[in-house]
């Protein structure tokens, strides 16, 4: 049982790091969306004379400005050392090398 709770104790830890890497990932802006309503016709897709919305062609949605649509939050040199501390094992560095780069 004690070993049990070693291994449940450390795969919350990992999991908590890995949240913690996610969070720092995605945009602020969008939450990771990749769209934000349309501030012409504030999300509806249709301008006050019915028609579709120009800015958004009647989607209702633009593209974040933030992350230009990716999701991804646009990272520091500073903002990479953290997420690599965050990591702090390394079986994680590939994959979130990759995460990063991406």
Known sequence: ???????VGTLEAIMARRRAVRERLTCAYCDGAGALACGSCFGAGRGADGLPCPACNGAGKVACVSCQGSGNSVLLAEDRNVIRELAGLGTMTAELEEEIDR
Not at 1 to 7: E, H, K, P, T
């Open 1 to 7: 049982v004690g070993g049990a709770v070693g291994v």
